[in-house]
Each structure stands twice: as C-alpha cells, then as structure tokens.
Antibody
Framework: QVQLVESGGGVVQPGRSLRLSCAVS????????MHWVRQAPGRGLEWVAF????????YYADSVKGRFTISRDSSTNNLYFQMNSLRPEDTALYYC???????????WGQGTLVTVSS | EIVLTQSPGTLSLSPGERVTLSCRAS??????VAWYQQKPGQAPRLLIY???YRAAGVPARFSGSGSGTDFTLTISSLEPEDFALYYC?????????FGPGTTLDV
C-alpha cells in the first residue's frame, strides 16, 4: 500500500535551518510529482512546494520562495525539504503528498511538526 | 492567487441527514476542484477530484458538482464517521489554494 512517512521536524530558533524528509513506498516514486503542504496549528491547509517526477520543475509558494528548497532522490525513494532562514510563521505540521493530476493530493503522510521559536 | 470561500463555516447536523457544502472561487477554475476530509489528528483525505469524480475507496454517498466558480459537495446520508472538516481546493492556477474549510458537527 502507498505509504509516505515524514521526519526531520523539531523545535528550531528563528533564522536557523531544518531539513525534512519523506520516505515513500508502495508506488513507483519516479512516476509521480510530489508536494509539500503545511498546516499551522489550528489553521487551514497551505500548499508550499511542488517538484515534478523528474525533478526538473519546481514551484514554491511566495511565502517560502528563496528560503526553502524541494528535492527528491528516486534511487532512495525520498523527498526532501530544505528549510533555511526559518521564521515563527513557518511553524506548522508539514505534510508530503503525492500528486494526482499534477496539483491535487491523493496520498498524504502523517506530517512532521516544525516549531520555530526562540 | 485564486481565493476559495466555503460556507457555512460550521454545520450542526445529525446522522442520516443530507448535507450540501459550498465552495466558491474568486475566478473561474473550470472543473479543477477537489474536496478533502480531515479528522482531528489525521492527514487530509482526497474525496472528490475534478469537481465530480470520487477518489478510490470513497463511499458513493459522497458526490461533487459544479463548474466555473461554484461547487458543492453533497453527502446523501451522514454516517457518524463523516463528522469532520472539509476543504475544497483548486488546481487551475498556481499556486494551488484551499478554502478555509467547513466543519460538520454532530
């Protein structure tokens, strides 16, 4: 069955960095576009980043552009999210999600919590 | 970016009732709308895509309709497990955006 398992979250001070990982299984990773979507505590869903199946196309939300980088390694079936210059407003549960029709999300991980606080 | 609004914010209903949730887009999104269900402590679950197609494993009591700027999700007869938060989402233009959600309360 399709599984996505995020890791790498934690508590970090403003201005510091964090790298999230998403290990996938149960499907051919290299055949699917992937996304990161976040949800601040008690808030709604916010899309933050997209990477195409071949890794050649990436899109970012304006709120993270220039600070965060999405990448993937199909040899290890992992999706990554390098988060630099973190801000308190980046505090959220970060989900990796498999793309359906490019920009719908048909499978989600359970999320990894990132807390940015001094 | 395209803004989605959902109404109402919260609905109080009982099992067995029929419910229709609304989602309105700030500009036309064709039929590129999805609906998700989220329960407390869980990740969202895709219910409907392209406005009216049920995702794999979604019960037939869930149906979607609409095009352009107005969309609805209908649950024909509420089951106890359907009391949750529902989001609509568009993929017509980057960035993909979500509505603020509608909570179904028992």
């Amino acid at each position: 069955q399709v599984q996505l398992v995020e890791s790498g979250g934690g508590v970090v001070q403003p201005g510091r960095s964090l790298r999230l990982s998403c290990a996938v299984s149960g499907f051919i990773f290299s055949s699917y576009d992937m996304h990161w979507v976040r949800q601040a505590p008690g808030r709604g869903l916010e899309w933050v980043a997209f990477i195409s199946r071949d890794g050649g196309t990436k899109y970012y939300a304006d709120s993270v552009k220039g600070r965060f980088t999405i990448s993937r390694d199909s040899s290890t079936n992992n999706l990554y999210f390098q988060m630099n210059s973190l801000r308190p407003e980046d505090t959220a549960l970060y989900y990796c999600a498999r793309a359906h029709s490019t920009a719908f999300f048909d499978h989600w991980g359970q999320g990894t919590l990132v807390t940015v606080s001094s | 970016e395209i803004v989605l609004t959902q109404s109402p914010g919260t609905l109080s209903l009982s099992p067995g009732e029929r419910v229709t949730l609304s989602c309105r887009a700030s500009q036309s999104v064709g039929n590129y709308v999805a609906w998700y269900q989220q329960k407390p402590g869980q990740a969202p679950r895709l219910l409907i895509y392209d406005a009216s197609y049920r995702a794999a494993g979604v019960p037939a009591r869930f149906s979607g309709s609409g095009s352009g700027t107005d969309f609805t999700l209908t649950i024909s007869s509420l089951e106890p497990e359907d009391f949750a938060l529902y989001y609509c989402q568009q993929r017509t233009k980057w960035p993909p955006t979500f509505g603020p959600g509608t909570t179904l309360d028992v």
